[in-house]
């Protein structure tokens, strides 16, 4: 009875669209070329399908096959919300969330064509739009105390550091760096006001620390002129739960891992787990345990024993080659994955077992962060794609 009733009534909206002609034949709607018409009863199917899964199922029933070329009936869910508006490919995303007691909570993202959108996630708007770095690309944010302060990375070779107190959005200082690559900087605070910041050195494969708000230069890190490990193409500052001097783990052009003793400038340990360049990791400081892809199709998982020596521990592949980006969530349950396939992949970090497959973007998918939020339901998901879009998820939120 309740399939006649469901059948019925699609019926009936599908002839009043029709008839009363409420929409353009040139509108478009949920799916690229193709007319609201069409797309609104697909998307109704294709709604109810997911929420009475959800009900049976919960959330992990969005669960797919196509990380290994399968495929499951269960569709994966939709945005939460889209932002529009940023004009360029969107490079890099930065949550401020946890202090939103008095203020709403706000995404950073930086984009291809020099700009800075702060946007408000409670009116899903930009409030503000910065200008930086010579209208070139922006490859790398970070807050700095909280939402007060603001340090970008762009591809005019310089860190720009902003003011963002009492509604000013002035550029406090520039430090030039000595590469033109796309090695995004890495920060870590080691109190207030004062933070150690990682950026590519001025020859291959080198690495070079900064102390900030000084600017002046505190470590210099090179490997052995032998290594041949190329160029770093991505940088992990942290620090051992036990409070000892910070780590550093680099990946490099060839497929390598490294970890360095930031204070004895020394090379801790090497991991080759990759054929192909990394283009990103993430670290796990609690379970000395990191994540790593490459543009390959490999997704690789490593550890360190007890004597600070890289093991590789687990490798996936996927479908199709090439992650951008991956990112740890701040509860350790799950991490997610930017790829080239215009997908974004949920896995569960302990097992590394894949969870979900989330489509929606319509190009390169070239970055992905989660939310400070300090309540577990309200977290987020962001990416941010070359189609000039930024999707947010609400994923696996259920204790």
Same mark, same amino acid.
């Given at each position: 009875m309740d399939k006649f009733l469901e059948g019925s009534l699609k019926d009936r909206i599908y002839v009043h669209l029709e008839r009363q002609g409420p929409i353009r034949d040139s509108q478009h709607g949920f799916v690229h070329e193709k007319s609201c018409l069409s797309n609104l009863i697909n998307f109704l199917k294709r709604r109810q399908r997911s929420q009475m899964v959800k009900k049976v199922l919960g959330t992990r029933a969005f669960i797919r096959g196509d990380f290994c070329g399968n495929s499951m009936a269960i569709p994966p869910p939709d945005p939460k919300f889209v932002?529009?508006?940023?004009? !360029?490919?969107? +490079?890099?995303?930065?949550?401020?969330?946890?202090?939103? @007691?008095? %203020? $709403?909570?706000?995404?950073?993202?930086?984009?291809? +064509?020099?700009?800075?959108?702060? %946007? +408000?996630?409670?009116?899903?708007? !930009?409030?503000?739009?910065? @200008?930086?770095?010579?209208?070139?690309? &922006?490859? %790398?944010?970070?807050t700095l105390q909280g939402r007060n302060g603001l340090i970008s990375q762009g591809r005019d070779a310089a860190v720009s550091t902003w003011d963002?107190? *009492?509604?000013?959005?002035? &550029?406090?200082?520039?430090?030039?760096?000595?590469?033109?690559g796309f090695c995004q900087c890495s920060l870590m605070q080691e109190g207030v006001g004062h933070y150690l910041l990682a950026s590519p050195g001025s020859t291959s494969s080198e690495v070079k620390i900064l102390d900030l708000p000084k600017k002046t230069p505190v470590w210099v890190l090179k490997p052995p002129a032998d290594a041949k490990l190329g160029m770093p193409m991505c940088l992990k500052l942290w620090q051992p739960p036990s409070g000892s001097r910070p780590l550093l783990l680099v990946g490099y052009e060839n497929g390598s891992l490294t970890l360095w003793d930031l204070s004895e400038k020394k090379m801790l340990s090497h991991l080759a787990c990759h054929n192909e360049?990394?283009?990103?990791?993430?670290?796990? =400081? @609690?379970?000395?345990?990191?994540?790593?892809?490459?543009? *390959?199709?490999?997704?690789?998982?490593w550890g360190l024993d007890n004597q600070q020596n890289l093991k590789l521990? $687990?490798?996936?592949?996927?479908? +199709? !080659?090439?992650? !951008?980006?991956?990112?740890?969530?701040?509860?350790?349950?799950i991490l997610a994955t930017a790829g080239w396939d215009h997908r974004i992949r949920i896995f569960g970090w302990k097992k590394l077992k894949p969870l979900a497959v989330l489509q929606y973007h319509i190009?390169? &998918?070239?970055?992905?962060?989660?939310?400070?939020? &300090?309540? =577990?339901? @309200?977290?987020?998901?962001a990416a941010g794609s070359k189609d000039q879009r930024i999707s947010l998820w609400s994923v696996y939120n259920k204790p």
């Amino acid at each position: 009875m309740d399939k006649f009733l469901e059948g019925s009534l699609k019926d009936r909206i599908y002839v009043h669209l029709e008839r009363q002609g409420p929409i353009r034949d040139s509108q478009h709607g949920f799916v690229h070329e193709k007319s609201c018409l069409s797309n609104l009863i697909n998307f109704l199917k294709r709604r109810q399908r997911s929420q009475m899964v959800k009900k049976v199922l919960g959330t992990r029933a969005f669960i797919r096959g196509d990380f290994c070329g399968n495929s499951m009936a269960i569709p994966p869910p939709d945005p939460k919300f889209v932002l529009r508006g940023t004009g !360029a490919s969107v +490079n890099t995303l930065h949550f401020c969330c946890s202090d939103q @007691e008095d %203020w $709403n909570p706000i995404l950073f993202s930086g984009s291809a +064509n020099g700009q800075i959108h702060i %946007w +408000n996630l409670k009116t899903h708007r !930009a409030d503000k739009v910065l @200008e930086s770095h010579n209208k070139q690309s &922006v490859l %790398w944010i970070h807050t700095l105390q909280g939402r007060n302060g603001l340090i970008s990375q762009g591809r005019d070779a310089a860190v720009s550091t902003w003011d963002l107190s *009492e509604g000013r959005t002035a &550029v406090i200082d520039s430090i030039p760096l000595d590469s033109y690559g796309f090695c995004q900087c890495s920060l870590m605070q080691e109190g207030v006001g004062h933070y150690l910041l990682a950026s590519p050195g001025s020859t291959s494969s080198e690495v070079k620390i900064l102390d900030l708000p000084k600017k002046t230069p505190v470590w210099v890190l090179k490997p052995p002129a032998d290594a041949k490990l190329g160029m770093p193409m991505c940088l992990k500052l942290w620090q051992p739960p036990s409070g000892s001097r910070p780590l550093l783990l680099v990946g490099y052009e060839n497929g390598s891992l490294t970890l360095w003793d930031l204070s004895e400038k020394k090379m801790l340990s090497h991991l080759a787990c990759h054929n192909e360049p990394i283009m990103c990791l993430d670290f796990d =400081p @609690e379970r000395a345990k990191g994540i790593s892809g490459s543009s *390959e199709k490999l997704l690789s998982s490593w550890g360190l024993d007890n004597q600070q020596n890289l093991k590789l521990q $687990n490798t996936l592949t996927l479908v +199709n !080659a090439g992650i !951008a980006d991956t990112c740890i969530r701040q509860d350790k349950k799950i991490l997610a994955t930017a790829g080239w396939d215009h997908r974004i992949r949920i896995f569960g970090w302990k097992k590394l077992k894949p969870l979900a497959v989330l489509q929606y973007h319509i190009a390169s &998918v070239h970055c992905v962060t989660f939310s400070d939020h &300090v309540v =577990p339901s @309200e977290r987020l998901m962001a990416a941010g794609s070359k189609d000039q879009r930024i999707s947010l998820w609400s994923v696996y939120n259920k204790p």
